[in-house]
């Protein structure tokens, strides 16, 4: 058996994670690429891709950095090691970004210009007036919020903020004998990117433009030679990378002292730039060569964003979607009786989430109420469940949170509201040692007439009310016994208490649920074995670890149809003969985030279908608090499973990943054209519209005579 | 309905649990929380409890009177166990606790903390009927020591607590340092001397088709792998055979992954696993009971029953009178004399309520005082009084605690020996005045049935007893001869006189 194992982990049946993810970058520029889409959503999309390349250098890039440093060998699953791994990562993404200007310049700039919106490339292009008027808002807007810095003899290298646009010039002293200095102004972020300027046609310009235009006025005693916009991205994430090895992640900890903080990783610079410029650049960041990204276009694309936001071009954009109401609960729903009645599952963004909000609303009001428990991963600004739960402190419910505070960039803003949920009475606690805490579960105890009974709501996706409307995802209402007893043990453990004697049905992570996904693909190799039917359909958003690819290829090889959709990185390779050719994958990036996690398996017709916070990667398998959770009502599993069948038969936002290794959209021949979320924003309109009809048709109806 | 707190302070973990009672008979677990806090090691050794784990321990249990209040519950009980048993200064450290955290921690002798696992079991209702309607052995696995309690036809027969406890057990292996493959064997040695005297004594022609299992490592994994196939909890012997051989092929590292325990814990489980085996084997039970119950259930159940909660189809009273009875029988006792005095002292009980004001539980004390009577005899015709006092003393009676026993060990000393009064008894004696005051009047009762069967030929098996005025009017239906009764009864009746300011008087009934 054990040889058999290394069989399915041999390196050339993966795909590297790094690799892979420029892969899904691609299929989120492809969609910018898209003439079907609509101008302002290509926009969009393109904004999307700079910032996942943004997040993707300051973590995963940074990391690879950190292995190279502490001279880290081991290699990964597809057998590359670090330094592997940056080389073909600078090719890649240097080919990425080439597509993104390209696609920037090339299709959508003319496409505005077409569709009247003037983007004013150059500052040098602009109109007297418009200049004038220009140089009026500088003075007035932007001036008083710039500090330029120069620097000779007396005055060091300023500090330049990592991810911040910045302006470098080269400047000699008028009165000085023509030696360069190095000057350098940062694009405040305080102010707009995207500057309107007035007049009959629409026309914007960048910050950066205007404040290039007007540099001179900053460098009084100074003659300008150049001036040129550049951004860097430091590796300043002081907290180890969770995605690693534990021996890794010892190593880089020794090293931790001798990194040097905050190092450039990426140095983005005006295409054209002066090469003295450059160099000096390049020298006082002490990066090389290979980090230099040299951009024919703005910098930070991500003011595409701002840009989808402009006024008056509705027609250039998707028709907005409003979540539908769910018809077991209208407005207004005693949400605890009609959890009674039976589970609930919700389907977001489809349907709204205001249930999710309600539940914790009216359980802080309901005097019946005993206590409210939950996590909290990343929640939205003004979060209405973080107001609901202080609230019922206030109420003296027993209020119990646990806030994770290692989420992402999202620190400081966790810290915040969590003191104030401290304030307002609130146990909260601020994550476990070692462990991200990514479930998404919520406890409410509440005592009846006839003893205690827990509601509880489970979910694939975080209590935000706000990414809600934009991530898929799927959560359950339930009032379960068996559900409500394993809630309980999981507050339990997450306050620090022993594991319970045993779990009804939750599986959670790191301890039992990397078997459990094991035992499950295992059991359908089993039947496939013994020539009964078996299938797994899995949704997901990554696919990264070895040990269930492994299960995956060991299971397929057996004869087990697997259809995975694997939203952004997938390792595992398909059409492998004789190992993987049973499996098929493929990956829809829509206009909302696919970020459920759906896992179906045929068991020998008592088929049995799970949801989870976790996706299948070693991060989510043993290094954070994840819960599996299975779904059992039969309609319930009827919807997920049409979930999963409507995205399997998706033509229109599914790309399909190729025995090459490569992502095509399907093959829409003789196929009809269907695309799964708008399909998901049809029923769910259909559904709420007809609950609404027999809400209105609640006549009595009189019985008439009978003969 | 009412909601109950249970907490356990045990050797090595600090367990509550929430239960919510609800209509007559339903009991309902609703939380079940645990903390690790090894406080067997400390008190073990030293007898004493450091301060960082007083800290520690007072730290949970506020958060524990947290959790209850969240619960609103109506009412908790914590008992301690051997770890607070053992610890000199425990009555310091108990009130400092209690002034700290507000909960009181009641600590339970050997014999009442088995009684209160064997409710547990009980808890369980129905499939513990059934379970012992055959012959059943419970073996209830501690940190310290464990209890084997045999059941016959559903009567208890003999419960014997043997020094084999699972920490304690680990402690000598690794004081050997043996290797894991020696372990099974290695432990087979250590267990044979004690397991050996247990078999000849009381399983030896028994028939022993079940075994009730109650531990912290084993039975959690049987209640959670069985869930796969067949009943939760329940194992025959041939797979645990099979689970044996598991157990021995494979390492710490191994267990623990396929069991989802601690590497540190697989260690004690197989240990657990070794000691039920050779329970197995040596009774060829065919079926394992593991009902995962822990102390905490018996606790909520002993409240609902004094809160009447629930009616337990079992009658607990019963174990203990069948459990005096087989100590009896041990020593010789004479059954028939016995039961004359039970029935004696029960009649003479009951109808002078009024005048000792003593409730079921001292009926009870009586009742074992009565079978236990002369089991001193074994050793001293003479010195009867104070052997069977040493006897009942040094035997573990299931479900009587310390104090219990030594009132009941009392009663039948002071039946052949002269009364102690308080002030002279006190001086030897733990015994508060209470108990003391109860002490003297079941000893006046049974000294009197003792009188009324002088002559061990059960005249008086028909007797009825009536309160009149300050007479208490015993009238014999018999046709024989009670001359010596009547003329020695003076002697014994004066100390009931002396009690209750009553004379008992006895009238002969010639029946036809």
Same mark, same amino acid.
């Given at each position: 058996?054990?040889?058999?194992k290394?069989?399915?982990?041999?390196?050339?049946?993966y795909?590297?994670?790094?690799?892979?993810?420029?892969?899904?970058?691609h299929?989120?520029?492809?969609?910018?690429?898209d003439?079907?889409?609509p101008l302002? #959503?290509?926009?969009?999309?393109l904004?999307?891709?700079?910032?996942n390349?943004?997040?993707?250098?300051?973590i995963?890039?940074?990391?690879?950095?950190?292995?190279?440093?502490?001279?880290?060998?081991?290699?990964?699953?597809?057998g590359m090691t670090?330094?592997?791994?940056?080389?073909?990562?600078?090719?890649?993404?240097?080919?990425?970004v080439?597509?993104?200007?390209?696609?920037?310049?090339?299709?959508?700039?003319p496409?505005?210009?077409?569709?009247?919106l003037?983007?004013?490339?150059?500052?040098?292009? %602009?109109?007297?007036?418009?200049?004038?008027?220009?140089?009026?808002y500088?003075?007035?807007?932007?001036?008083?919020?710039?500090?330029?810095?120069?620097?000779?003899?007396?005055?060091?290298f300023?500090?330049?903020r990592?991810?911040?646009?910045? /302006?470098?010039?080269?400047?000699?002293?008028?009165?000085g004998?023509g030696?360069?200095?190095?000057?350098?102004?940062?694009v405040?972020?305080?102010?707009?990117?995207?500057?309107?300027i007035?007049?009959?046609?629409?026309?914007?310009?960048?910050?950066?433009?205007? $404040?290039?235009?007007?540099?001179?006025? /900053?460098?009084?005693?100074?003659?300008?030679?150049?001036?040129?916009?550049?951004?860097i991205?430091?590796?300043?994430d002081?907290?180890?990378?969770?995605?690693?090895?534990a021996?890794?992640?010892?190593?880089i900890?020794?090293?931790?002292?001798k990194?040097?903080?905050?190092?450039? $990783?990426?140095?983005?610079?005006?295409?054209?730039i002066?090469?003295?410029?450059?160099k000096?650049?390049?020298?006082?960041?002490?990066i090389?060569?290979?980090?230099?990204?040299a951009?024919?276009?703005?910098?930070? /694309?991500?003011?595409?964003?701002?840009?989808?936001?402009l006024?008056?071009?509705?027609?250039l954009?998707?028709?907005?979607?409003?979540?539908?109401?769910?018809?077991? =609960?209208?407005a207004?729903?005693? $949400?605890f009786?009609?959890?009674?009645?039976?589970?609930?599952?919700?389907?977001?963004?489809?349907?709204?989430f205001?249930?999710?909000?309600?539940?914790?609303?009216?359980?802080?009001?309901?005097p019946?109420v005993?206590?409210?428990k939950?996590?909290?991963?990343?929640?939205?600004?003004?979060?209405p469940?973080?107001a609901?739960?202080?609230?019922?402190?206030e109420?003296?419910?027993?209020?119990s949170? /646990?806030?994770?505070?290692?989420?992402?960039?999202? #620190?400081?803003?966790?810290?915040?509201?969590a003191?104030?949920?401290?304030?307002?009475?609130?146990?909260?606690?601020y994550?476990?040692?070692?462990l991200?805490?990514?479930?998404?579960?919520?406890?409410?105890?509440r005592?009846?007439e006839?003893?205690?009974?827990?509601?509880v709501h489970?979910g694939t996706g975080?209590?935000?009310d706000?990414?809600?409307?934009?991530?898929t995802?799927?959560?359950?209402?339930?009032?379960s #016994?068996?559900?409500g007893?394993?809630?309980?043990?999981v507050f339990?453990?997450?306050?620090?208490?022993?594991?319970?004697?045993?779990?009804?049905k939750?599986? =959670?992570?790191?301890?039992?649920?990397?078997?459990k996904?094991?035992?499950?693909i295992g059991?359908?190799?089993?039947?496939?074995?013994?020539?009964?039917?078996?299938?797994?359909?899995?949704?997901?958003?990554?696919?990264?670890?070895?040990?269930?690819?492994a299960?995956?290829?060991?299971?397929?090889?057996?004869?087990?149809?697997?259809d995975?959709?694997?939203?952004?990185?997938?390792?595992?390779?398909?059409?492998?003969?004789?190992?993987?050719?049973?499996?098929?994958?493929?990956?829809i990036?829509g206009?909302? =985030?696919?970020?459920?996690?759906?896992?179906y398996?045929?068991?020998?017709?008592?088929?049995?279908?799970?949801?989870?916070?976790?996706?299948?990667?070693?991060?989510?398998?043993?290094?954070?608090?994840?819960?599996?959770?299975?779904?059992?009502?039969?309609?319930?599993?009827? #919807?997920?499973?049409?979930?999963?069948?409507?995205?399997?038969?998706?033509?229109?936002?599914?790309? %399909? =990943?190729?025995?090459?290794?490569t992502?095509?959209?399907?093959?829409r021949?003789?196929?009809?054209?269907?695309?799964?979320?708008?399909?998901?924003?049809?029923?769910a309109t259909a559904?709420?519209?007809e609950?609404?009809?027999t809400?209105?048709?609640r006549?009595?109806?009189?019985?008439?005579?009978h003969? | 309905?009412?909601?109950?707190?249970?907490?356990?302070v045990?050797?090595?973990?600090?367990?509550?649990?929430?239960?919510?009672?609800?209509?007559?008979?339903?009991?309902?677990?609703?939380?079940?929380?645990?903390?690790?806090?090894?406080?067997?090691?400390?008190?073990?050794?030293?007898?004493?409890?450091?301060y960082?784990?007083?800290?520690e321990?007072?730290?949970?249990?506020?958060? @524990?009177?947290?959790?209850?209040?969240?619960?609103?519950?109506?009412? @908790?009980?914590?008992?301690?166990?051997?770890?607070?048993?053992?610890?000199?200064?425990?009555?310091?450290i108990?009130d400092?606790?209690?002034?700290?955290?507000?909960?009181?921690?009641?600590?339970?002798?050997?014999?009442?903390?088995?009684?209160?696992? !064997?409710?547990s079991?009980?808890?369980?209702?129905?499939?513990?009927?059934?379970?012992?309607?055959?012959?059943?052995?419970?073996?209830?696995?501690?940190g310290?020591?464990i209890?084997?309690?045999?059941?016959?036809?559903?009567?208890?027969?003999?419960?014997?607590?043997?020094?084999?406890?699972?920490?304690?057990?680990?402690?000598?292996l690794?004081r050997i340092?043996?290797?894991?493959?020696?372990?099974?064997?290695?432990?087979?040695?250590?267990?044979?001397?004690?397991?050996?005297v247990l078999d000849?004594?009381?399983l030896?022609?028994?028939?022993?088709?079940?075994?009730?299992?109650?531990?912290?490592y084993?039975?959690?994994?049987?209640?959670?792998k069985?869930?796969?196939?067949?009943t939760?909890?329940y194992i025959?012997?041939?797979?645990?055979q099979?689970?044996?051989?598991?157990?021995?092929?494979?390492?710490?590292?191994?267990?623990?992954?396929?069991?989802?325990?601690?590497?540190?814990?697989?260690?004690?489980?197989?240990?657990?696993?070794?000691l039920?085996?050779?329970?197995?084997?040596?009774?060829?039970?065919?079926?394992?009971w593991?009902?995962?119950?822990?102390?905490?259930?018996?606790?909520?159940?002993? !409240?609902?029953?004094?809160?009447?909660?629930?009616?337990?189809?079992?009658?607990f009273?019963?174990?203990?009178?069948?459990?005096?009875i087989?100590?009896?029988k041990? @020593?010789?006792?004479?059954?028939?004399?016995?039961?004359?005095?039970?029935?004696?002292?029960?009649?003479?009980?009951?109808s002078t309520?009024k005048?000792?004001g003593?409730?079921?539980?001292?009926?009870l004390?009586?009742?074992i005082?009565?079978i236990?009577?002369?089991?001193?005899?074994?050793?001293?015709?003479?010195?009867?009084?104070?052997?069977? !006092?040493?006897?009942?003393m040094?035997?573990?009676i299931?479900?009587l605690?310390?104090?219990?026993?030594?009132?009941v060990?009392?009663?039948?000393?002071?039946?052949?020996e002269?009364?102690?009064? @308080?002030?002279a008894?006190?001086?030897?004696?733990?015994?508060?005045?209470q108990?003391?005051?109860?002490?003297?009047?079941?000893?006046?009762?049974?000294?009197i049935?003792?009188?009324?069967?002088?002559s061990?030929?059960?005249?008086?098996?028909?007797?009825?007893a009536?309160?009149?005025?300050r007479?208490?009017?015993?009238t014999v239906?018999?046709?024989?001869?009670?001359?010596?009764?009547?003329?020695?009864?003076a002697?014994?009746?004066?100390?009931?006189?002396?009690v209750?300011s009553?004379?008992?008087?006895?009238?002969?009934?010639?029946?036809?």
């Amino acid at each position: 058996m054990g040889e058999k194992k290394n069989l399915y982990k041999n390196p050339e049946y993966y795909t590297n994670r790094e690799m892979s993810w420029v892969l899904f970058n691609h299929r989120v520029l492809s969609e910018a690429r898209d003439k079907n889409i609509p101008l302002f #959503e290509r926009l969009k999309f393109l904004s999307i891709t700079a910032s996942n390349l943004d997040e993707f250098f300051m973590i995963r890039v940074a990391s690879l950095k950190d292995m190279v440093n502490a001279g880290y060998t081991k290699k990964d699953i597809a057998g590359m090691t670090a330094k592997e791994q940056l080389e073909k990562l600078g090719e890649q993404i240097h080919g990425l970004v080439d597509l993104q200007y390209s696609t920037y310049n090339r299709s959508l700039l003319p496409l505005l210009e077409q569709n009247g919106l003037h983007v004013v490339k150059k500052h040098e292009q %602009l109109s007297k007036e418009d200049a004038a008027y220009l140089d009026k808002y500088f003075e007035s807007n932007v001036y008083p919020v710039l500090t330029p810095m120069a620097v000779d003899s007396s005055r060091p290298f300023p500090l330049i903020r990592n991810k911040s646009l910045n /302006l470098g010039a080269l400047v000699t002293k008028k009165e000085g004998k023509g030696e360069l200095e190095f000057a350098t102004v940062q694009v405040p972020s305080v102010l707009p990117r995207i500057v309107e300027i007035p007049g009959e046609n629409r026309k914007v310009i960048l910050l950066e433009e205007i $404040i290039e235009r007007n540099i001179h006025k /900053l460098f009084l005693n100074y003659d300008i030679v150049c001036v040129h916009p550049f951004r860097i991205m430091r590796n300043a994430d002081l907290t180890i990378e969770e995605d690693e090895a534990a021996d890794l992640l010892k190593e880089i900890e020794k090293q931790l002292k001798k990194r040097q903080w905050g190092e450039a $990783i990426r140095l983005e610079v005006e295409e054209g730039i002066d090469k003295r410029l450059l160099k000096m650049l390049k020298k006082e960041l002490a990066i090389g060569s290979e980090a230099v990204y040299a951009i024919d276009g703005p910098l930070d /694309l991500t003011f595409l964003m701002k840009m989808y936001g402009l006024e008056g071009f509705d027609k250039l954009k998707a028709k907005k979607y409003t979540p539908q109401p769910v018809p077991k =609960l209208p407005a207004g729903e005693d $949400i605890f009786a009609a959890i009674r009645e039976g589970d609930i599952l919700l389907h977001h963004p489809y349907q709204t989430f205001t249930p999710v909000v309600d539940f914790i609303r009216q359980a802080a009001k309901d005097p019946d109420v005993l206590a409210i428990k939950q996590t909290l991963y990343r929640v939205s600004g003004n979060s209405p469940i973080i107001a609901a739960l202080a609230q019922a402190a206030e109420n003296g419910k027993q209020v119990s949170v /646990l806030v994770e505070l290692k989420a992402r960039f999202d #620190e400081e803003n966790n810290i915040v509201w969590a003191r104030m949920l401290e304030k307002a009475g609130c146990h909260v606690i601020y994550g476990l040692v070692g462990l991200k805490t990514h479930s998404k579960i919520t406890l409410v105890v509440r005592r009846e007439e006839d003893g205690i009974r827990r509601y509880v709501h489970l979910g694939t996706g975080n209590y935000n009310d706000a990414t809600a409307k934009l991530y898929t995802d799927v959560g359950l209402l339930t009032c379960s #016994e068996a559900i409500g007893e394993d809630a309980t043990a999981v507050f339990n453990m997450l306050s620090g208490y022993s594991e319970p004697l045993h779990w009804n049905k939750l599986s =959670l992570a790191p301890l039992w649920l990397k078997d459990k996904f094991l035992y499950l693909i295992g059991r359908e190799r089993d039947a496939a074995l013994a020539g009964k039917p078996a299938r797994i359909i899995a949704k997901m958003n990554s696919l990264c670890d070895a040990d269930v690819i492994a299960a995956l290829y060991e299971a397929a090889a057996a004869g087990v149809k697997i259809d995975l959709i694997v939203r952004g990185i997938c390792c595992l390779k398909v059409g492998i003969p004789g190992i993987s050719e049973n499996i098929s994958v493929r990956s829809i990036v829509g206009n909302f =985030l696919e970020h459920s996690r759906i896992f179906y398996f045929e068991n020998d017709g008592n088929d049995e279908i799970y949801c989870a916070s976790a996706d299948w990667m070693p991060r989510n398998l043993e290094r954070r608090v994840e819960i599996l959770f299975p779904v059992e009502k039969e309609e319930l599993k009827a #919807e997920l499973l049409h979930i999963l069948q409507n995205q399997l038969k998706d033509t229109v936002k599914a790309h %399909l =990943l190729t025995p090459e290794g490569t992502y095509e959209k399907v093959d829409r021949r003789g196929k009809e054209t269907f695309n799964s979320q708008d399909a998901f924003c049809k029923e769910a309109t259909a559904m709420a519209a007809e609950s609404k009809e027999t809400e209105n048709n609640r006549v009595f109806i009189p019985e008439t005579h009978h003969e | 309905m009412k909601t109950f707190a249970a907490i356990d302070v045990g050797s090595y973990e600090l367990a509550m649990k929430i239960f919510e009672f609800s209509g007559k008979d339903k009991m309902r677990e609703i939380d079940h929380i645990r903390h690790r806090i090894d406080l067997g090691t400390e008190t073990y050794a030293t007898g004493k409890l450091s301060y960082d784990k007083v800290e520690e321990l007072s730290r949970v249990l506020k958060e @524990y009177k947290k959790i209850m209040e969240s619960y609103k519950a109506d009412a @908790y009980k914590a008992y301690g166990t051997s770890a607070i048993r053992e610890m000199k200064n425990s009555g310091i450290i108990r009130d400092q606790i209690e002034q700290r955290t507000g909960i009181n921690i009641d600590v339970l002798s050997n014999s009442e903390q088995r009684f209160l696992d !064997y409710k547990s079991i009980a808890s369980k209702g129905e499939e513990f009927d059934k379970i012992l309607e055959k012959g059943t052995v419970i073996v209830d696995i501690g940190g310290g020591s464990i209890q084997i309690s045999l059941f016959d036809k559903g009567t208890l027969t003999t419960t014997q607590n043997l020094k084999l406890g699972v920490l304690r057990l680990r402690e000598r292996l690794n004081r050997i340092n043996a290797r894991p493959a020696q372990t099974e064997e290695l432990l087979e040695e250590i267990d044979d001397a004690q397991l050996s005297v247990l078999d000849k004594f009381y399983l030896k022609d028994k028939k022993i088709e079940n075994i009730i299992l109650v531990d912290d490592y084993l039975s959690r994994y049987l209640m959670q792998k069985r869930e796969e196939s067949g009943t939760p909890g329940y194992i025959s012997g041939k797979e645990y055979q099979t689970l044996m051989e598991f157990l021995r092929s494979s390492n710490a590292r191994d267990i623990a992954f396929k069991m989802g325990i601690s590497e540190e814990n697989a260690q004690l489980l197989f240990i657990s696993a070794v000691l039920l085996n050779r329970i197995i084997t040596m009774t060829g039970a065919e079926l394992i009971w593991a009902p995962g119950v822990t102390l905490c259930d018996g606790i909520a159940y002993e !409240y609902a029953q004094q809160q009447k909660m629930v009616i337990s189809s079992h009658d607990f009273d019963k174990d203990i009178l069948d459990c005096a009875i087989q100590i009896s029988k041990r @020593y010789m006792g004479s059954r028939k004399r016995a039961e004359t005095l039970e029935s004696l002292t029960m009649t003479i009980f009951d109808s002078t309520k009024k005048l000792h004001g003593l409730g079921k539980r001292e009926r009870l004390y009586l009742q074992i005082a009565a079978i236990l009577h002369d089991c001193g005899k074994y050793i001293s015709m003479v010195n009867l009084g104070e052997c069977s !006092y040493r006897i009942i003393m040094a035997t573990e009676i299931i479900g009587l605690s310390h104090l219990e026993r030594e009132i009941v060990a009392n009663v039948v000393k002071f039946n052949h020996e002269e009364f102690l009064y @308080y002030e002279a008894l006190s001086r030897e004696s733990s015994l508060d005045r209470q108990s003391y005051l109860t002490v003297a009047k079941l000893t006046a009762i049974l000294r009197i049935a003792n009188g009324l069967d002088r002559s061990h030929k059960q005249k008086f098996k028909d007797v009825k007893a009536l309160l009149k005025d300050r007479e208490l009017i015993l009238t014999v239906d018999t046709k024989e001869d009670i001359t010596l009764e009547k003329g020695l009864f003076a002697d014994r009746a004066q100390f009931f006189e002396e009690v209750f300011s009553v004379q008992p008087v006895i009238r002969q009934k010639r029946g036809l």
